[in-house]
């Protein structure tokens, strides 16, 4: 494997399940992060990893916990999902997190319907 | 604070014909300009990046983009668009400690 990968590619869910979504980086980085994807929207952040420890939170619902148990890895655990949290969660790493000029590579992204 | 605006969700151009996709930032500092693609069911690809060295960006596929401090812009162009071009393309800035802050993309069509 190489880059970024993430599975699953698609997850339909209910309301009540609990799943969670898998990132992987083969790229040696150290940071590493979550993005949601929704039509006609910005990319939003929502969780940023350095070095393992997480350093931003930008006001996402606790229904949504990331853990990141080392470098190379990073999970999304979702928890009683609402409709509106479909989208496209995107994973991205890059060198570090300081140099705001290191390009993030991406996942393909896991398409989250959630009924 | 920073921002970035991508002017035209949606931009088509013929096969052969110059691709134009607009980005303007706002920054209080000189930032960190990027451009992304995105094609179907894929996760985003980087094409450039301006890191305040020259201001005519040379990216993959034939892409460039300029650098004008002047007008806070970072245009994307092409001479000549190709089929595989269609995709959706995001204009990101950032700084040194910050996040990327992203467009929210124009989505390209190249007509045969």
């Known amino acids: 494997e190489t880059g970024v990968t993430q599975t699953p590619r698609h997850l339909v869910m209910g309301m009540t399940n609990k799943k969670s979504l898998k990132c992987e980086q083969h790229l040696g980085h150290n940071a590493m992060y979550w993005y949601k994807q929704s039509a006609k929207k910005p990319l939003e952040l929502m969780f940023v990893y350095n070095f393992k420890e997480q350093t931003e939170n930008n006001s996402v619902p606790s229904r949504f916990s990331p853990e990141c148990p080392n470098s190379s890895h990073l999970f999304l655990h979702l928890h009683t999902l609402q409709p509106e949290d479909s989208a496209l969660y995107l994973c991205?790493?890059?060198?570090?997190?300081?140099?705001?000029?290191?390009?993030?590579?991406f996942g393909p992204g896991t398409r989250l319907t959630v009924l | 604070a920073q921002s970035v605006t991508q002017l035209g969700s949606h931009v088509s151009v013929s096969e052969g014909a110059l691709v134009l996709l607009r980005c303007n930032y706002s920054?209080?500092?000189?930032?960190?300009l990027f451009w992304y693609v995105q094609y179907p069911n894929q996760g985003l690809q980087l094409l450039l990046k301006y890191t305040s060295a020259a201001t005519l960006v040379k990216g993959i596929n034939g892409f460039e983009a300029e650098f004008k401090k002047s007008e806070t812009s970072f245009h994307l162009t092409k001479p000549s668009a190709h089929m595989s071009d269609a995709a959706e393309y995001f204009c990101?800035?950032?700084?040194?400690?910050?996040?990327?802050?992203f467009g929210t993309g124009t989505s390209l069509t190249v007509i045969p």
């Open positions: 991205a790493s890059s060198q570090e997190r300081a140099s705001g000029l290191d390009e993030q590579f």
């Open positions: 990101a800035v950032s700084r040194t400690g910050n996040q990327f802050y």
């Open positions: 920054s209080s500092v000189p930032p960190y």
